[in-house]
C-alpha cells in the first residue's frame, strides 16, 4: 500500500531530475530509485575499487546535503546500491507551503539529486550509475508509519497500537491519522479525536488491503 501511494508522488516531482534514468520509489518507509539504461552494463567495465570510489562519491554528496557519514550505510548488492540515511530526514515537497518552520534533517529528494550530480561528475561515478539501481531510503518497517511519512498519510486509514499508562496494558485503535505534533499523535476514531503521547505510542501502521470476495 505505501509502494502504491508514494510512487506515484514521488514520481510527480523526481522524474527528470536524474539525467538518463527513471525514478520511481518501491516500498516503505522512503525509498527513491534511479535506474538508467541497464542495456550499457555489458559495455562498460569497472575497476576493482569501484566499491570504494562510489562510496566516497556518495559521502560528498551527503555532506553537501548535512548528512554525516554516520547516518549514511551504503550497502551493494548485485545490480543494486541502497542509500540508508538514518536519524532526521523529511520529504522536501510534502511541507506545508503555509507552515514557517523548517524542516530538521536531511531532505531524502535533495540528497537523491546529489548523489546523481557526484556520479555525474565522475567517471568511474557514470560507469557505476550506468550498470547499478541507485536506491534512497529511510529505515522502518514494513507499513509502518515513521519519519518524513506523517505528512504524507495525513487523513489516511491507520491502525495505531499505544500503550496505556493507567491500565498499564497495550491497546490497538483504528482511526485516521489527524495530526502528529513532536508530543503527541492525534487518530480520528469515528468522528472523536483521540490524542496519543508520543512516548506511549508503539507503533501507527496502515490497514492491509482488503481482498475482494472471489479474488485470490
Request: hydrophobic share 35%; glycine share 8%; aromatic share 6%.
Amino acid at each position: 500500500m505505501i509502494q502504491f501511494f508514494l510512487s506515484l508522488i514521488i514520481n510527480l516531482l523526481v522524474i527528470g531530475s536524474f539525467h538518463r534514468c527513471n525514478a520511481w520509489l518501491t516500498h516503505a518507509p522512503t525509498k527513491i530509485s534511479c535506474r538508467r539504461d541497464m542495456s550499457l552494463k555489458s559495455k562498460l567495465s569497472l575497476p576493482e575499487n569501484y566499491q570504494d570510489i562510489g562510496n566516497e562519491l556518495i559521502f560528498q554528496a551527503g555532506k553537501s546535503c548535512g548528512a554525516t557519514e554516520d547516518q549514511l550505510s551504503v550497502a551493494w548488492k548485485g545490480g543494486k546500491v541502497t542509500v540508508t540515511i538514518s536519524g532526521d530526514a523529511f520529504l522536501s515537497f510534502v511541507s506545508d507551503d503555509d507552515d514557517d518552520t523548517l524542516a530538521n534533517g536531511v531532505d531524502v529528494v535533495v540528497l537523491a539529486r546529489a548523489i546523481n550530480a557526484e556520479l555525474d561528475d565522475n567517471e568511474i561515478g557514470t560507469r557505476i550509475a550506468e550498470t547499478h539501481e541507485i536506491e534512497v531510503t529511510t529505515p522502518g518497517g514494513k507499513d509502518e508509519i515513521t519519519g518524513v511519512m506523517w505528512d504524507v498519510y495525513h487523513g489516511f486509514d491507520v491502525i495505531a497500537k499505544f500503550f496505556d499508562p493507567k491500565k498499564k496494558e497495550e491497546k490497538t485503535i483504528e482511526g485516521r491519522l489527524h495530526e502528529r505534533t513532536d508530543e503527541t499523535t492525534v487518530i480520528n476514531v469515528k468522528g472523536r479525536m483521540k490524542k496519543i503521547k508520543n512516548e506511549n505510542l508503539l507503533s501507527v501502521k496502515l490497514p492491509k488491503a482488503k481482498k475482494e470476495k472471489g479474488t485470490r
